[in-house]
């Protein structure tokens, strides 16, 4: 017959050994993705059968801060919200452990709160006690209060850990998806120009991966160039969707030409309108080049004007027109502009995240500097034009971030 001495030593033995197979009972578990419901269920059971803490309420952070959610509530009747607002855990004393008293439900007056930390931060707040009436002495949860903590936090980071991996997993496969997305879109625009009789160059950076500007220039069936400059308004997928359809239905209806200018972009805007439900419009400047008359015609929807260099050096800019592609369902009025072309004009089109780009002084790069940098135009290619402007924006909004997408369509007339 043992002696109580032997009979506490092997009872303390058999706590050990029990504590040190719950900590690996449930670090299995989670390695064994086993559900959250489960991994919930297995951490009441093993603080109520051996160690008597048979009340169990346990919230945790979620990952964006904003709201603590309900894992456990054991042992009560009830009364304890799914889901509470960060806010109200931020105004109890989480430094230290508690009584409870200010978390509300049904607790005991034995109830202790005791705070889950991760990096200083507390992650999870977990009141624990006991039913039993019988006199144990030492609260359970006193006295395994160590193995509660350590127990807890073990499973409070796995669960967050995971989350953690499945949201980034989530953010991955998105990134990957906007890329693929900002490949397909710069397939849509021009890579060369040997269609049209002109002197092009184009130049595009999307604020994101994706975005809703789009310029084109090609030659018409009926001996026409066309050239264009467009921006959907918005950003992200949407107005990249929006922007790629348009595209398509740009090409189709001056392909047909089977009405004067103003007729086309009346039967565009309409298009727009039914794709887009008024949620969405589109600026649009368009230019139809009449090689044998040498007149540009044109008709700006509501985009930025685009600025024309006459090889003397006078400039202009192209802003009769119309309100925006989808804003109406029939466009109030329009206002056709001509250009007489001479050999060595450019046209320079453009979108707002170039000339409406701020600096730290809030100034924007503006009309007036851009205008600056054409008038060197003779003698460079478009190309060389372009990097010189995108260079000078760079270094004009130095550390501020991109305002928007940025399009410049170029064009110099033979």
């Not at 059968?49 to 990952?63: C, K, P």
């Not at 669960?159 to 499945?166: A, E, G, I, T, Y």
């Not at 980034?168 to 997305?181: D, G, T, V, Y």
């Not at 710069?186 to 120009?193: D, G, I, K, Y």
């Amino acid at each position: 017959m043992t002696n109580p001495k032997e009979r506490r030593l092997k009872e303390k033995l058999e706590l050990r050994d029990f504590k040190l197979n719950a900590l690996l009972e449930v670090t299995r578990a989670v390695n064994a993705e086993t559900s959250e419901e489960e991994l919930m269920q297995g951490y009441v059971n093993a603080l109520k059968e051996n160690l008597g803490i048979d009340r169990l309420v346990l919230y945790a952070a979620d990952l964006d801060g904003k709201h603590w959610k309900l894992l456990v509530s054991a042992g009560t009747d009830g009364g304890w919200p799914a889901s509470r607002p960060a806010s109200f855990f931020e105004a109890l004393d989480l430094d230290n452990i508690g009584l409870a008293g200010a978390l509300g439900g049904d607790e005991h007056p034995s109830d202790v709160v005791v705070p889950v930390r991760q990096n200083e931060e507390a992650i999870a707040l977990v009141l624990a006690g006991d039913t039993s009436d019988s006199d144990r002495g030492v609260s359970p949860v006193v006295k395994h209060l160590n193995f509660l903590v350590t127990l807890t936090n073990i499973l409070v980071v796995a669960r967050r850990n995971r989350h953690m991996v499945s949201r980034n997993l989530k953010q991955e496969a998105l990134r990957r998806e906007l890329e693929l997305a900002g490949e397909m879109q710069a397939m849509l625009l021009p890579s060369s120009w040997d269609h049209v009789e002109l002197d092009v160059a184009g130049y595009y950076q999307p604020h994101t991966e994706v975005g809703g500007d789009y310029y084109d220039a090609f030659a018409t069936d009926h001996g026409k160039t066309v050239m264009c400059m467009a921006d959907v308004s918005g950003k992200g997928m949407s107005a990249a969707l929006l922007m790629s359809n348009f595209q398509a239905q740009v090409r189709a209806l001056f392909q047909a030409e089977t009405g004067s200018l103003e007729d086309t972009l009346r039967r565009l805007n309409r298009r727009v309108m039914d794709i887009a439900q008024g949620e969405k419009y589109v600026t649009f400047f368009v230019a139809v080049l009449d090689e044998s008359a040498r007149q540009l015609t044109y008709v700006n929807c509501g985009h930025n004007p685009p600025l024309f260099v006459h090889p003397q050096g006078q400039s202009e800019l192209l802003g009769l027109g119309c309100v925006g592609l989808g804003m109406f369902r029939d466009i109030p009025s329009m206002n056709v502009g001509t250009v007489e072309v001479s050999k060595g004009a450019l046209l320079c089109c453009y979108t707002d995240g170039l000339v409406e780009q701020e600096n730290r002084q809030e100034v924007p790069f503006g009309t007036d500097r851009l205008l600056g940098l054409l008038a060197h135009h003779q003698g460079q290619t478009l190309d060389a034009v372009h990097r010189a402007i995108v260079a000078s924006l760079d270094a004009f909004r130095d550390d501020t971030p991109p305002l928007d997408d940025t399009a410049m369509l170029s064009c110099r007339f033979k």
